[in-house]
């Protein structure tokens, strides 16, 4: 079974750009997560897709992150404009029970 | 606020040490506790406990949590090289058991 995969691996982009990430789940897992870890701190829930529904969106930091999970496979998670204090790495997890997440190797953004 | 609080911060031993992980944790309404290992980039799942006193054991690892004074440990015997990885801690509450809290981890380092 393949497992959560990532896209780009590293980003690095100028304070202002945009930036979209990607996340595809393992097949057949309706629960998709977000977190992020900024440097020094702990890893921190973002959100929970139930397949292309947002459960829970309490932790997404503002208004210029925006997540989707068009058709309920993979999910993007977009900054629009990206702040300084946005770099950090991105995680995104799938669970098909809700029990144990399966975690991505990350997204790395870098926002200069 | 619900906080998940990992000792120690870093640890380095030689093979065949037995070391102790310890995370405490001040969730409300407290569901379960995850213990994952991050080698390089995706962390992957160890242990849940959501039951006091129970050990949970995987080989050379074992887990216990102690639901009164609000805390777990993760042991792991005759450490090798390739035990040397970040454990990360994370509580979950029962309001939301998809929202994993973490706590900043254990940096664990084991040499031959």
């Known amino acids: 079974e393949a497992g959560v995969t990532q896209f780009p691996s590293h980003s690095v982009i100028e304070k202002g750009q945009t930036v979209t990430l990607r996340c595809d789940p393992i097949s057949g897992h309706d629960n998709l997560y977000w977190y992020r870890r900024v440097m020094g701190k702990e890893i921190k829930f973002l959100l929970h897709f139930v397949k292309e529904s947002k459960q829970d969106e309490s932790g997404m930091p503002n208004n210029r992150f925006l997540a989707e999970r068009t058709g309920g496979t993979y999910s993007t998670l977009k900054v629009q404009p990206a702040e300084l204090e946005d770099s950090g790495v991105y995680f995104c997890?799938?669970?098909?029970?809700?029990?144990?997440?399966?975690f991505g190797p990350g997204t790395r953004l870098t926002v200069l | 606020e619900d906080k998940v609080v990992q000792s120690p911060l870093s640890l380095v031993v030689h093979e065949g040490d037995t070391v102790t992980l310890n995370c405490s944790y001040e969730?409300?309404?407290?569901?379960?506790l995850l213990w994952y290992k991050q080698e390089k980039k995706a962390p992957t799942f160890l242990f849940m406990l959501?039951?006091?006193?129970i050990e949970k054991k995987s080989g050379r690892l074992s887990s216990i949590l102690d639901k009164k004074e609000l805390f777990s440990i993760l042991n792991i015997t005759a450490t090798q090289t390739g035990d040397s990885a970040i454990y990360l801690c994370a509580g979950t509450p029962f309001y939301n058991t998809d929202k994993l809290i973490f706590g900043t981890g254990t940096r664990l380092q084991v040499f031959p």
């Open positions: 997890a799938s669970s098909r029970n809700r029990v144990e997440q399966f």
């Open positions: 969730v409300t309404n407290f569901r379960s």
């Open positions: 959501t039951s006091s006193g």
